[in-house]
């Protein structure tokens, strides 16, 4: 029995539509908005840090405003220390590893 082959028919790739040299600057500009934007709001909100750390207080109101500080040690070495020099000596070192302070400012409704 001969096997028949059947002819298939491949679509051409058609052309799409070009992009505009203005889709392209409305990218470029929103981009540069966008990276305007995150400076102002950087800006303000070190500014309100700033000011809550000094004291200031927050008007009654639906927002509030407050600092959250987190600490945090990064002792990956830890299981090493502590099976190579015990574990009452890593407790010692952990104590007196001074931990990584990040503060952020929550603004919630």
Not at 4 to 19: G, N
Not at 31 to 48: D, G
Not at 72 to 90: C, I, T
Request: hydrophobic share 40%; charged share 30%.
């Amino acid at each position: 029995m001969a096997t028949a082959t059947v002819p298939q028919v491949v679509p051409f790739r058609q052309p799409t539509e070009s992009i505009t040299q203005t889709e392209l600057s409305l990218l470029l500009s929103l981009k540069a908005r966008a990276r305007e934007l995150e400076s102002q709001i950087q800006e303000n909100e070190e500014l309100l840090k700033t000011r809550l750390a000094s004291g200031a207080e927050v008007e009654s109101g639906l927002l509030r405003a407050f600092l959250k500080t987190i600490e945090r040690r990064s002792v990956a070495w830890k299981a090493v220390v502590e099976r190579e020099l015990g574990e009452d000596y890593a407790r010692r070192v952990l104590a007196a590893t001074r931990p990584d302070t990040f503060t952020h400012l929550i603004v919630t409704a």
